[in-house]
């Protein structure tokens, strides 16, 4: 298999710092880059971090010169503070990466998304994520997969309610989740990083979709 590369967007994150990683360990891979506000605590012969401010990320261009851009940029309106900046981090600045990313030609583009993205939807929140996959569908990449976690179970720095609620009722009552509410099971962010991680190596052609169940068991 031809060795590749990888751009990552959102290495700071839950899923990003994982599928980071996960990169770095792989055979596959000659060369990971990854855009940050900051340096990051990482030390790798493979690794190269790039300081960038993401408002001006088209004098950046040349970085996405890779196989594989991985975009697991995110944010909440907690910690945004307002619905502007939640815009800001989960729809301009992934379209962005995702049109340069389409400018290079790259193999894959894979982003992080939401179950429950719908532009139409009632929440904000799933309206945003909605209207990102509506747009990276009208894209010219030859790959452009999608990934649709529910809650996600990992070591945050802050605490979620949701998240750690969800975490013990899989514990505690795991036949809750099954049929139609299988889709609700939380899921491990070494999962959804090992099934963003394994896709692109098939390089798979068009547009797909993977909600937490086809993630569980890739």
Same mark, same amino acid.
Not at 14 to 25: A, K, N, P, R
């Given at each position: 298999m031809k060795k590749r590369t990888a751009l990552v967007l959102g290495a700071s %994150? &839950? #899923? %990003? @710092?994982? &599928? #980071? @990683? @996960? &990169?770095?360990?792989?055979p596959h891979y000659t060369s990971v880059t990854i855009l940050v506000r900051r340096e990051m605590e990482w030390e790798d012969e493979k690794l190269q971090q790039k300081i960038v401010d993401f408002h001006i990320l088209e004098q950046y261009e040349a970085l996405f010169a890779a196989d594989d851009v991985y975009s697991c940029l995110g944010t909440t309106i907690k910690k945004a503070k307002t619905k502007e900046n939640f815009m800001k981090v989960d729809y301009e600045y992934t379209m962005r990466a995702a049109k340069l990313a389409e400018q290079h030609k #790259?193999?894959?583009f894979l982003v992080i998304s939401s179950m429950g993205a719908d532009s139409k939807s009632l929440f904000f929140y799933s309206q945003v994520k909605g209207k990102v996959e509506a747009e990276l569908k009208q894209l010219s990449i030859q790959g452009i997969h999608i990934f649709r976690p529910s809650l996600l179970l990992g070591d945050r720095e802050e605490f979620r309610f949701g998240e750690k609620m969800a975490e013990k009722i899989s514990g505690v009552l795991p036949f809750l989740y099954k049929g139609v509410l299988e889709k609700y099971k939380p899921i491990e962010v070494k999962q959804v990083a090992k099934a963003m991680y394994e896709t692109a190596l098939l390089d798979k052609t068009g547009i797909h979709i993977y909600e937490s169940r086809e993630m569980a068991n890739m």
């Open positions: %994150g &839950l #899923v %990003g @710092q994982e &599928l #980071v @990683q @996960q &990169l770095l360990d792989s #790259v193999r894959n």
